[in-house]
């Protein structure tokens, strides 16, 4: 998969892509990366990228040419890519999202600055996705967690097949606790379960773990969560073990 980044500042992109499991997937030619300054785009001599806003108000607005322009010159290089706009507008990004995104070929991640970019811009993306409901300083930030939990979908990417799938909000689930050396620390210990090397009641034991960790802290999963009779039998354990 191709990403490319429409961003202002091209440098906040310079560490995070050259370490760990992104700089491996490029190594291994899964994914790449085409990060696009947008000023190199601008049309007058300052390479002006920003403006006042029409009709008075506070900061500054991203002009939409110079995106454009970058748009024009992304599509004369490479096939046309599937344009993300990064902005608090958006629909919030979820792990549903990742692995939907993660199957196609090219995204462009668009990072907005200031207060804005040119409403115009969005009849020229496909889709507008947030991080959350907060704010941060531009689409940066948001277009290196899409490109983190999006190349995390891509084969070949992790290295053990089962470390998506176990992973936390592959169902609308928190993972189970995890432990390692020391088996005791500062007087706390690992669940026997987990030392018994018996590994269907380590099954057991790790699901209604996660289940658990749903129930109490994020509730709100529990809504979309689709338990089977096992499930349900452990819902029914916790309940009566929280309410003693």
């Known amino acids: 998969m191709i990403f490319t980044v429409l961003t202002l500042f091209p440098?906040?992109?310079?560490?995070?892509?050259?370490?760990?499991?992104?700089?491996?997937?490029?190594?291994?030619?899964?994914?790449?990366?085409?990060?696009?300054?947008?000023?190199?785009?601008?049309?007058?001599?300052?390479?002006?990228?920003?403006?006042?806003?029409?009709?008075?108000?506070?900061?500054?607005?991203?002009?939409?040419?110079?995106?454009?322009?970058?748009?024009?010159?992304?599509?004369?290089?490479?096939?046309?890519?599937?344009y993300i706009l990064l902005t608090p507008q958006g629909k919030i990004f979820s792990q549903k999202d990742a692995r939907r995104l993660s199957k196609k070929t090219h995204l462009c991640l668009i990072c907005g600055r200031y207060e804005g970019i040119d409403e115009r811009i969005t009849n020229l993306v496909d889709e507008e996705i947030s991080i959350g409901d907060y704010v941060l300083s531009g689409g940066e930030i948001p277009a290196l967690v899409l490109i983190d939990t999006i190349s995390r979908h891509i084969p070949g990417?992790?290295?053990?097949?089962?470390?998506?799938?176990?992973?936390?909000?592959?169902?609308?689930?928190?993972?189970?606790?995890?432990?390692?050396?020391?088996?005791?620390?500062?007087?706390?210990?690992?669940?026997k379960v987990l030392l018994s090397g018996n590994h269907e009641e380590i099954r057991k034991w790790r699901r209604k773990e996660s289940i658990k960790k749903t129930i109490m802290r994020r509730p709100d999963l529990m809504e979309s969560f689709n338990p089977t009779r096992e499930d349900q039998f452990f819902i029914k354990e916790i309940m009566e073990e929280l309410t003693e």
């Open 11 to 82: 440098g906040i992109f310079d560490s995070p892509l050259k370490e760990s499991i992104l700089k491996k997937a490029q190594e291994k030619n899964l994914i790449s990366f085409n990060i696009v300054n947008i000023r190199d785009f601008a049309t007058d001599a300052h390479k002006t990228c920003d403006d006042t806003p029409y009709g008075g108000g506070p900061g500054m607005i991203m002009k939409i040419e110079p995106i454009y322009n970058a748009m024009l010159n992304i599509e004369k290089n490479f096939d046309k890519p599937y």
């Open 157 to 191: 990417v992790l290295g053990s097949k089962d470390s998506i799938t176990n992973e936390s909000l592959e169902e609308p689930l928190l993972e189970y606790p995890q432990y390692t050396r020391p088996e005791v620390f500062m007087d706390m210990t690992v669940p």
